[in-house]
């Protein structure tokens, strides 16, 4: 009897260690209509995060308008196409958010914010909700309240959100990449539980209000600049964060900045954010005849590209890019990748392809 418990033991271990692990996600945040949605290749999508929904009170809620209601309700629809596909909502974003600190101190707001979000999920069919504040406890969008109590509260908001929507719906935010992001502004270990998993903003690392230069979005830190997603993922797994609950982020938009100095090929220069240019026009503004010349920075593992008679220096995730941080999601074990914003990308052998066959890839 022993020996047939023994090797019943034995085949029940090794049938859980056999089993296939969970594919990594490919999360698109997504700011268009649902309709054009439809153009897009979303067998290669996991999730979609729609956004974006603001706070009116203490309540989620839509623009007056109506398009977004009918923009959410197109994206439900696709599910029926893709079986496999999630559709989230998120609340805030960069600017979207100005209520958040003062709302959220409130227990019976929370609550509130908490059901109505449930019921968002109900009658629209959605799977979940991410929240996109900008940011809890240090500052964000100029003028947006922020306060210290910001980081219990917002533990005690995934709290009340896991228990609204229970444990089949879905819960996640977007925590910002940088090293004042991801050590100032979350409790891990007291919101980590109650979520799915955490999208990182392993971009706009050098931003808008930026004076010099850099990489955006780079994948290793450089002797000039710290700010990466390695750094970003190896504090938080030091830190004792699940590795299967980050996702990493990509950027489907360069930052082009002007009146940048020669030196370096524009990097690490002074200079000043002009615009964003997106993955679907850049074949055209980073042609050969436009007078940029692209660069590949061993070091930081991304691309970059300086003009000189214009003095414009532009940092974005091209394929190579976006091919590495795949890589380096499967090295570390980590939950997936996502990326800022799927309208950005061409329908068709862009950003998104390359992610699928870095994915695909052994």
């Keep these: 009897m022993k020996k047939i418990l ?6 029940s271990n090794a049938g859980s260690m056999a089993a296939a692990p969970k594919k990594p996600y490919v999360i698109a945040y997504y700011n268009g209509n649902g309709q054009s949605a439809a153009n897009y290749e979303l067998n290669k999508v996991t999730h979609i995060i729609y956004s974006f929904l603001h706070l009116y009170g203490d309540t989620l809620g839509f623009s007056s308008s109506g398009r977004q209601q009918t923009a959410l309700r197109q994206l439900a ?30 227990a019976e707001s929370r609550k509130n914010f908490a059901f109505s979000v449930k019921k968002i999920c109900d009658e629209y069919n959605v799977d979940g909700i991410d929240l996109d504040w900008e940011y809890p406890a240090i500052k964000g969008y100029p003028g947006h ?12 908001l995934v709290k009340e959100l896991r228990k609204a929507l229970g444990k089949k719906r879905i819960v996640s935010f977007a925590a910002g990449g940088k ?9 891990w ?33 450089t002797s000039q600049q710290k700010e990466s997603t390695d750094n970003c993922v190896l504090w ?19 930052r082009v900045f002007e009146n940048v100095g020669p030196g370096c090929n524009g990097r690490y220069q002074a200079g ?15 042609s050969p005849d436009s007078g940029f010349v692209q660069y590949w920075d061993d070091t930081a593992h991304a691309p970059y590209a300086y003009n ?30 996502m990326f800022w914003v799927l309208p950005e990308d061409t329908y068709r052998n862009g950003l998104l392809d390359a992610l699928d066959k870095a994915m695909e890839a052994k």
């Design 236 to 254: 938080l797994l030091k830190n004792g964060v699940e590795a299967n609950k980050l996702i990493i982020g990509a950027a489907f938009y360069g």
């Design 6 to 11: 023994l090797i019943l033991l034995c085949a």
């Design 145 to 156: 309240a922020y306060m210290p109590e910001d980081k219990p509260n917002f533990t005690e």
């Design 308 to 337: 000189a008679s214009k003095k414009l220096f532009v940092t974005y995730d091209n394929k190579q890019s976006v091919a590495e941080k795949v890589a380096y999601m499967k090295k570390y074990k980590l939950g997936g990748i």
């Design 77 to 106: 629809a696709l599910k029926q196409t893709y079986p496999q596909l999630k559709v989230l909502v998120s609340l805030g974003g960069w600017g979207g958010c100005a209520p958040c600190s003062p709302t959220f101190a409130k």
């Design 189 to 221: 270990k007291g919101v980590m539980p109650y979520v799915d998993f955490a999208n990182l903003m392993t971009y706009d690392l050098v931003g808008g209000y930026a004076t010099t230069t850099g990489h955006h979005t780079p994948l290793y830190s």
């Design 272 to 286: 000043k954010f002009l615009r964003g240019v997106s993955y679907n026009e850049q074949d055209k503004y980073l």
């Design 179 to 187: 090293s004042e992001h991801i050590e100032q502004s979350i409790d």
